[in-house]
């Protein structure tokens, strides 16, 4: 562990990580790819000549769609390097060296959608009447740019959950041009779009301004690019999840549902359905040419959308369980050889940055460093998935046999690293921390009935 | 299958090629950073400006000025991430370790930059039509965006001080009074490039045709040069290395510009008839770059000045800790294989990977991890127990005890779990046959006992108190002959004391009642 560690209390690492992640891969897939890649298919309608109105409503699009893709969707996306480089140095420093190239022609990539967007938006007034065809080359280049840059981005996200033969040989075309690679392109750009239709949708069917047959003539090509991009969708997903690994795929109940809904798995599928259902629904309403009907569903509809890609990314990244690149670094980024090596020579030299506290005994110093480095990732004490309340009520010896079997009695838990001695100090702190102004047990102050 | 190698000992370029690429990259991130500044400051000096002296007529102006900023500042942002994915690269330790110890200040990066974003966004929307709405916006986004480079100049400053890093791990960003000077400095330097830049930016691009507009934006980036020079010598006095001779060489190139640029704006002020010649926009275009790459150059080789020994130092530390790494990757990776091949999705499985580590393979509570444990782990062998009650002491765990609860296994797995442990241990089968009890033992359950356990086996309110408290006995039962051994021995570490001095007879009596009191 050469770099300080930093947890975020309360909100936990990954739900901070989520967050910003999420709301980046919303902006990014389903606006940047999705709704301007609607608004260019607009502006081509009207520039061969199947409308004015086309370009109109493209127009009224472009506006909220640049402000909202350069001050948060491109902010976000920087954010995931930033946060990631605060709470996972070891993690995102390993995968920036592996895939320095990638990542690199991404950037160009990316700058280049940039300039694209921003040219394409300043160049609509002026010449959007006079050459249109010459702004739909420029339209059309960003929407190349940005489904390029959402290709070169799915083998590093690809290679975190499936590395195929890389951990044993170590190539790079192992690592990038990974199982999931192909099928992720296609999830992730045929979501975009699908998500992008449904903004279209719902867009139109509440701003359009002009006669009622134009408008359901939108309508009507919103619905259908949903239908024909989510079917893609799905037929990605399908083969993406053919070929992650049984043993993570196992974990995707939990991941979704936690301790809290863990013991009612039927939920999810019956709810996932629903959401399917009502998305159908409102793609149906709009190739029915239905208005009112899609304005009534298309706001849920997106707020389902949230939900479903926020569970996609909760799904993909929980998965892979113990391991933040699989084969190589454990989920606390600690290499899958350090775990063994520790087993003799500690991890407490190595925890160079821990902070001093005048109110810690050394030990409690030491179990609180301990803890930072090989739980901290997940868990937090006192907020979300507490360490507290995990071990709350168990022995003291009951809490340091726990942490020596950690990986194997909960299959996406990281292995402690470190002594016996090491891993007793962190116990202890931890038993300590859980009882601390512990309270009667519940049953002594009010009565529970079975 | 080859050695385990540390990723971070991989460069995807020659060295110096990688701070090359950081040079040009930085400097065009750089650039566009100090535009969106500068234009940000100028948009709200001027609406202030314009909305006070009651100049309606010029806020058109000042909008254009602002509507510039939303191209300026998308370009700034993305332009930030190649420097960011080159410093990850080649200043890995340095860059990884200074920007942890700035911890949450580092983060608030990203909300304030959308804060300031947004904030300008709707600064910028119809500017001047709604002028105590618009100072909010554009003080608010002003103030959020400026945070900004204070948090970076702050950052990068004390990365480039590794001698500060262990005492500011340790006892947090306490005051240093060389490390804040320069950061002060670097921070005002940073803002007065702003001024300049974003200046001459408009003042080319934004006033043409506006000669009132050119003298007003010339005067400010007068004023702004001279304030660089001002805050230059202390920041230059302020840099922790000696400056090598590079760095010494470009800072006078760039000192030289500087004087030159303001020697111009100096002659020129008796023209005030034609403020903005040809003749200095053309020196404008020729100093300006060389006085940005000027200072780029200077603070690349005091970077590299500062880092160089840091970076051989880690680079070499991890070479000779990888070789020893190496030695457990066949360990490693058949391992992480095997698991890989392990799926947690049946009762088999799961019992051996979550239960047994303590049960034991044969369930008698013989398992490794269990030697030490105060209170012993069940011998599940000897239980019989009603599936409901099993599932629920699977989700709670048994508190004062090391038996953990297992909501991570969703209830299709903990009902395979639980039908494996009937098929092992025939847990979850009807108990045995009653047998005749006599009347001492029922004595001895109703006044011993029963204060527990329950008069009916259900557990009293005295029983619930207990940590861990006895089990249900109306909903498990234990095999008598379990049952006699935990009379006679007691149940170690918890209230369950040994009662061998009892008669054998009424002993094995309570072991057939009170597995006879079994309800479900």
């Known amino acids: ?450 | 299958m080859k050695p385990w190698t540390d990723l971070f000992l991989t460069l995807p370029l020659p060295e110096h090629w990688l701070r090359i690429v950081l040079f040009v990259t930085f400097g065009l991130h750089l650039l566009f950073v100090l535009l969106m500044l500068g234009t940000a400051m100028i948009g709200l000096y001027f609406f202030l400006h314009a909305w006070l002296l009651g100049e309606p007529g010029q806020q058109s102006w000042n909008g254009k000025v602002v509507a510039s900023h939303l191209g300026l500042k998308s370009l700034a942002v993305v332009l930030g991430v190649g420097p960011l994915l080159v410093i990850q690269v080649y200043y890995s330790e340095a860059f990884f370790t200074a920007t942890g110890l700035f911890g949450y200040a580092w983060l608030a990066v990203i909300p304030l930059l959308i804060v300031a974003f947004l904030s300008i966004d709707a600064f910028g929307h119809k500017l001047g039509t709604r002028p105590r709405a618009h100072l909010l916006f554009g003080v608010l986004g002003l103030a959020a965006l400026l945070t900004v480079p204070a948090i970076f100049t702050g950052a990068l400053s004390l990365m480039e001080r590794p001698d500060l890093w262990s005492g500011v791990g340790s006892r947090g960003l306490a005051a240093d009074g060389g490390h804040v000077a320069h950061w002060l400095f670097r921070y005002l330097h940073v803002l007065g490039a702003a001024m300049v830049f974003g200046g001459a930016f408009h003042l080319f691009f934004s006033s043409r045709n506006n000669p009132e507009r050119a003298a007003r934006l010339g005067r400010w980036i007068l004023v702004a040069a001279l304030f660089q020079v001002v805050v230059g010598i202390p920041l230059l006095a302020s840099v922790a290395a000696p400056l090598s001779p590079a760095a010494l060489a470009a800072v006078t190139v760039g000192v030289a510009a500087v004087m030159a640029l303001i020697w111009g704006f100096r002659a020129q002020e008796p023209e005030a008839s034609q403020p903005q010649g040809p003749l200095s926009a053309v020196r404008l275009l020729v100093l300006l770059p060389v006085i940005f790459a000027a200072m780029l150059a200077t603070r690349q080789w005091v970077q590299d000045g500062a880092l160089g020994g840091v970076r051989a130092e880690a680079l070499s530390a991890r070479a000779r800790q990888a070789v020893l790494l190496s030695a457990h990757q066949p360990q490693a990776l058949a391992a992480f294989k095997a698991k890989l091949h392990t799926v947690y999705d049946n009762g088999k499985t799961i019992y051996e990977g979550s239960c047994q580590p303590c049960h034991g393979e044969n369930g008698t509570g013989n398992g490794a991890t269990a030697r030490r444990l105060l209170v012993p782990a069940e011998d599940l062998s000897a239980l019989r127990i009603d599936r409901t009650y099993a599932h629920k002491i699977l989700l709670l765990g048994v508190p004062g005890s090391a038996m953990p609860y297992f909501t991570v296994f969703d209830r299709r797995k903990l009902e395979s779990l639980l039908d494996e442990l009937d098929s092992r241990f025939s847990m979850l089968a009807a108990p045995v046959a009653k047998s005749p009890v006599g009347g001492e033992a029922r004595q001895a359950w109703n006044t011993t006992c029963a204060t527990c356990h329950g008069q009916e086996g259900e557990v009293s309110a005295f029983g619930k108190t207990l940590q861990p408290a006895p089990p249900d006995l109306t909903r498990l039962a234990l095999e008598p002959a379990r049952g006699l051994t935990i009379i006679t021995e007691g149940y170690p570490g918890t209230v369950m004391q040994p009662y061998r001095n009892l008669p054998e007879q009424v002993r094995t009596d309570l072991a057939a009642l009170s597995g006879q009191l079994r309800k479900r």
């Open chain 1, 1 to 450: 562990m050469n770099f300080p560690i930093l947890h975020i209390p309360g909100l936990g690492d990954g739900m901070t990580i989520a967050l910003d992640a999420v709301l980046h891969v919303l902006i990014s897939h389903g606006l940047a790819i999705g709704a301007v890649t609607m608004v260019v298919l607009f502006q081509a309608l009207g520039a061969f000549g199947r409308g004015a109105f086309w370009t109109r409503l493209g127009r009224s699009m472009l506006g909220p769609l640049v402000v909202t893709t350069t001050s948060v969707g491109a902010v976000t996306g920087v954010g995931i390097w930033f946060i990631t480089g605060g709470l996972a140095p070891g993690g995102i420093g390993a995968l920036i060296h592996l895939f320095f190239w990638p990542w690199f022609i991404e950037w160009i990539a990316f700058t280049a959608e940039v300039v694209l967007l921003l040219t394409y938006y300043s160049l609509w007034d002026r010449i959007g009447d006079t050459r249109p065809r010459l702004l739909l080359a420029v339209g059309c280049g960003y929407v190349f740019m940005a489904v390029l840059s959402g290709i070169l981005i799915s083998g590093i996200l690809g290679f975190m959950l499936t590395p195929d033969g890389w951990p044993e040989g170590q190539a790079f075309v192992q690592a990038y041009f990974n199982p999931t690679f192909v099928p992720q392109c296609v999830l992730r750009i045929a979501g975009g779009i699908s998500l992008g239709a449904l903004v279209a949708l719902t867009w139109t069917a509440w701003t359009f301004q002009g006669a009622m047959e134009e408008r359901a003539r939108a309508l009507r090509l919103c619905g259908l690019v949903f239908l024909g991009a989510a079917a893609v969708t799905v037929a990605g997903g399908a083969v993406y999840f053919s070929r992650v690994p049984q043993t993570y795929l196992t974990h995707w109940v939990f991941s979704v549902a936690t301790s809290a809904f863990s013991q009612q798995p039927e939920l999810l599928p019956l709810l996932n359905g629903a959401a399917g259902l009502l998305l159908v629904l409102a793609a149906l309403a709009g190739v029915a040419r239905r208005p009112v009907l899609c304005r009534i569903l298309g706001i849920p509809a997106l707020v389902l959308c949230v939900g479903l890609v926020a569970e996609f990314e909760r799904v993909r990244e929980f998965v892979r369980g113990p391991y933040l690149l699989p084969g190589y670094l454990y989920a606390n980024q600690i290499p899958l050889v350090r775990t063994l090596a520790a087993v003799d020579e500690g991890m407490l030299p190595e925890l160079r940055w821990v902070r001093e506290n005048a109110d810690d005994a050394l030990a409690s110093r030491s179990g609180r460093a301990l803890f930072d480095a090989n739980c901290g990732v997940c868990h937090t004490i006192g907020g979300v998935n507490d360490i507290k309340q995990r071990i709350a009520g168990r022995t003291l010896e009951g809490v340091n046999a726990i942490t020596s079997i950690t990986q194997t009695m909960v299959p996406f838990m990281t292995p402690f690293s470190g002594t016996e001695q090491e891993r007793l100090t962190m116990s202890t702190y931890l038993y300590s921390l859980a009882n601390k102004d512990a309270r009667p047990a519940p049953q002594l102050r009010k009565e529970k009935k079975p």
